[in-house]
């Protein structure tokens, strides 16, 4: 059976462990060309000239350069100002200039050394602080109650602090891939690596100037997203249907790692400030929070990760009066862009950190400053919005600190860490807090309304026909699960249809933890109309109105006789042909309306919480950080799959401890200095710590089956907690991440050599 | 040059030239694209293949020294007694995109056929050339215990 709350087996596993799923480097088509990108070897440069020689380069090759274009030279996200390929100048290291197709993959490499481009190199503002001294692409921000004549009132202490998080990359496992070819009737086909076929097809009609329908695009099996494979395939897409158009073949641009890593958006680096006014009691009275971001070269979602971070920046607390400045800065680096958490991770890696820092100042352990400020059902966040009834924040506190006995060991490790110099490592906890807003931010949804169809073939059997990409996380299992227990349908009879924009109605991008909580419910909802459908038909056809029951596939009447749903689906539309529904999303009329001047208002259908605690161990003489351990507690409203939700957060948690302890990605004048994997660190098996999850479950009424977002959550804890453990092992309470032994040496040594009290 | 190598129990014989890496020939040529490449340097251990029974990086394998030799891939794995252990991976959870997975059980089973009952620090030490950036490597684990090692 493949009920709510079970886990069945996903249907794309055992192809998986098989290596019969194809990704997107995985299939040949006949007289496939292989493309290869031309870039830039300056952050900032303008372009004197591109000169493509071909007698230099491999017999058959073709090149594109910015003068080649059709349409408008930008990839159409929000706007249009990312360039296809570059043209007046470069802007980053490693930005696209020319394109080449040959026959094979080395031929490509060839013609790429056949393309001559001359720089002339201008001023580069590489570096987050720099940056901020020039116009930002843009400013958002926030104002709840007094917050000056809070910071005058005499009798509370104020707290500062700056934070800094850097880039991280993605490293998905599948390097970005997409194949593109023109049909002999000129319509444009693509299949790729991708989470938003949707995205993907609107920036071709808009590079191409084609009709929406000569369009298609159709997502292979996807080897990991994290964001990564929101925003950047459309610039590989656009790129491989150009070369296709010129060589009138097949092409494949499939990236290698290092042009993966030189080439692709990033997490954005941030610089968060915060002051915080608090009562001698360690209650929370002000917090003025400045938070810049870098976008890197161009726009494209940056001022949507700006949005979500000044949302989320005064964290999962109680806070009367509170004021967010936000700016998203420009810098001649790869653009950044959507990554897991979405601008939430960097700012709740700050205020955490904050909270820790005024905790210290009252000599308050970190579970009670957080249990006395955790926003409970009826607070107001700092939008105004009513903190709702499933609001977790204390809950996940009570449980993380039950399962791990945090408080006490906490304060032992703390007293018995001074001074000590016997070589042994050095073992503390770190505890975080953190909430994430579920689905699209403000009034996303609302505008969208994004359409679901389920459709009953021949056969039967219901598909699901949905834009959701199956990136890992197990949309393929979920929807058919959605399905069966919203109608009653067997799990034999709901399918679930591949991702193609010549199928499948444009339900939206596979982002924003909105997968399951906003598209999930539609499907239930459209499944059960179908369904009905075919049970209306079979009582009329046999001339009564006694509903029978429909459950496990059967439909049952009152006599007892039962007849597979299947048979009578078919026969149903044999009758009267394929049948179909579509239902659009309509947000909940609860709430108040979120103001996108102002930003008050209801900014998420709802939040999922969570809380972590992590053990380390610091090496005294290397200062490695070893985590031994991480509990993570969250709140998902319900876990539908709990084998896959765990599954989440186990990885999320993982992705956010590697964030905070071990990726770092090194520039030196825009160009990247780590940008290969044997470079750029990410966690082994060996650097991974006991991942303990515990699922509280408080349903929500917006969400199928109370179900909430999962995927980004996890991603704001770990960071947080494990720098906080580090600091209770060693006394060293760093301000930025990652925590490498590098940066923990500084800090050691600035605190004389030896761990502080 | 001519090569001649057995593949999952095939005897295979193909012209390539003899520093081609072990990857593309099993990949391109004999369309076995369950092998993934992941870096191409020999850091995320995607590209795993058994030869001669031990795991190698097939990234890092000129298809010379495979001559001779008995390559095993993923598509390999599926058949015989081997099955359970995948079926079981899925289950715990130790698949989520999948780009890891062939090299990972592959791994597997190369330590499994050493040791049915690996302990926590074998299965670790294992799989530690074998990066894994979706399941936090619980799930992975899980699939050893759960039931057994397979």
């Keep these: ?757 | 040059m001519k090569i001649r190598l057995t593949v999952n129990g095939t005897s295979r014989e193909l012209d390539a030239h003899p520093m081609a890496r072990l990857l593309d020939v099993l990949r391109q040529e004999l369309d076995l694209t369950g092998t993934k490449e992941g870096c191409g340097e020999g850091e995320c251990g995607a590209c795993t293949v058994i030869l001669d029974g031990e795991p190698v990086l097939s990234c890092l394998v000129p298809v010379l020294q495979a001559g001779g030799r008995e390559v095993e891939t993923v598509e390999g794995l599926a058949e015989g007694e081997g099955r359970e252990f995948l079926e079981r991976f899925v289950n715990t959870g130790g698949v989520q995109c999948g780009a890891c997975t062939p090299g990972i059980v592959v791994t597997a089973r190369a330590l499994l056929a050493r040791d049915p009952e690996p302990s926590r620090e074998q299965i670790r030490e294992a799989l530690a050339g074998n990066l894994c950036r979706c399941t936090g490597y619980e799930g992975i684990l899980r699939a050893f215990r759960a039931g057994g090692p397979g």
């Design chain 1, 1 to 757: 059976m493949t009920r709510i709350g079970e886990s069945p087996p996903r249907p794309d596993g055992l192809p998986k462990v098989t290596g019969g799923a194809r990704y997107g480097d995985d299939f040949e088509l006949p007289g496939m060309l292989y493309g290869a990108t031309v870039r830039s070897s300056h952050a900032h440069a303008a372009l004197e000239a591109v000169r493509w020689r071909p007698e230099r380069a491999p017999e058959g090759a073709v090149c594109v350069t910015a003068a080649d274009l059709p349409g408008p030279n930008g990839v159409l996200l929000i706007d249009d100002a990312w360039p296809i390929l570059a043209a007046e100048e470069t802007c980053h290291v490693g930005e696209a200039v020319a394109l080449v197709a040959a026959a094979s993959r080395l031929d490509a490499r060839r013609a790429v050394a056949a393309v001559e481009v001359e720089y002339r190199e201008l001023p580069a503002v590489v570096d987050l602080d720099a940056a901020d001294r020039h116009e930002p692409f843009c400013r958002y921000g926030l104002e709840r109650g007094d917050v000056d004549a809070a910071f005058a009132d005499a009798s509370l202490s104020v707290v500062e602090g700056t934070y800094r998080t850097g880039h991280q990359e993605h490293i998905y496992i599948e390097c970005q891939a997409m194949t593109a070819w023109f049909q002999e009737d000129g319509a444009l086909r693509v299949i790729g690596s991708m989470q938003c076929p949707y995205y993907v097809h609107k920036s071709l009609v808009h590079a191409f100037g084609l009709a929406p329908e000569r369009v298609r695009v159709e997502a292979s099996a996807v080897g990991g997203g994290f964001g990564g494979k929101e925003d950047f395939p459309s610039m590989v897409a656009i790129h491989a249907a150009l070369l296709a158009r010129a060589s009138g073949r097949p092409v494949r641009i499939a990236y290698d790692r290092h042009e993966d890593i030189v080439g692709t958006t990033k997490r954005h680096p941030a610089r968060v400030r915060h002051r915080t006014a608090f009562t001698d009691e360690g209650r929370l009275r002000a917090m003025e929070i400045e938070v810049v971001i870098d976008g890197g070269a161009y726009p494209t979602l940056s001022s949507v990760v700006l949005s979500r971070a000044v949302l989320h920046a005064a964290g999962p607390y109680r806070c009367p009066n509170v004021r967010v400045r936000g700016r998203a800065v420009r810098t001649h680096t790869a653009t950044n862009g959507a990554f897991r958490g979405f601008g939430a991770p960097q700012v709740q890696f700050a205020v955490e950190r904050q909270i820790d820092r005024v905790a210290r100042a009252l000599d308050l352990d970190p579970l009670s400053i957080r249990l006395r400020n955790a926003l409970v059902p009826g607070d107001h966040f700092p939008t105004g919005q009513v903190a709702d009834e499933t609001t977790s924040a204390r809950a996940c506190l009570e449980k993380v600190q039950e399962i791990t006995g945090f408080r006490e060991r906490w304060r032992q490790l703390e007293q018995a860490r001074g001074g000590r110099r016997d070589g042994r490592p050095a073992r503390g906890l770190g505890l975080s807090l953190y909430f994430h807003g579920a689905g699209f931010t403000g009034n996303g949804e609302r505008r969208m309304r994004s359409p679901v169809t389920a459709r009953l073939g021949r056969d039967g059997r219901l598909e699901i026909l949905t834009a959701m990409v199956d990136m890992g996380q197990g949309v393929a299992v979920v929807y058919p699960q959605l399905a069966c227990e919203a109608s009653g349908l067997g799990p034999d009879d709901v399918t679930f249809a591949d991702p193609d924009t010549g199928r499948v109605p444009d339900s939206g991008p596979t982002v924003a933890s909105r997968t399951t909580m906003v598209v999930g419910q539609l499907v239930s909802r459209v499944a059960v109309e179908l369904a009905e459908r075919v049970v209306e038909w079979w009582m009329k056809s046999q001339g009564t109105t006694e509903r029978p029951a429909l459950a496990g596939g059967q439909l049952t009447t009152a006599d007892g006789t039962a007849r597979p749903f299947r048979e009578v689906a078919a026969a149903c539309v044999a009758e009267l042909g394929e049948l179909e529904t579509t239902l659009r999303y309509e947000p909940p009329e609860t709430g108040q309306p979120f103001d996108e001047a102002t930003y008050q208002g209801d900014a998420y259908p709802t939040f999922s919480w969570g809380a972590d605690v992590v053990e380390v161990e610091v090496d005294p003489d290397s200062l490695e950080v070893r985590p031994q351990r991480a509990v993570a507690v969250c709140e998902v409203g319900r876990a539908l799959h709990p084998t896959l939700c765990a599954g989440q957060i186990e990885g999320g948690t993982l992705q956010a401890i590697g964030w905070g302890l071990l990726e770092e990605m090194k520039l030196e004048g825009g160009r990247y200095l780590n940008d290969r994997m044997a470079t750029y660190i990410i966690p082994t098996i060996k650097d991974s710590p006991r991942i303990q999850v515990h699922l509280l479950e408080r349903p929500f009424a917006g969400g199928p089956f109370g179900a909430k977002g999962v995927g980004e959550l996890p991603m704001d804890g770990g960071a947080p907690a494990v720098v906080a453990a580090v600091e209770n092992a060693t006394g060293l309470g760093l301000s930025e991440i990652p925590a490498t032994p590098e940066r923990l040496m500084g800090a050691l040594t600035a605190a004389g050599g030896v761990f502080p009290k």
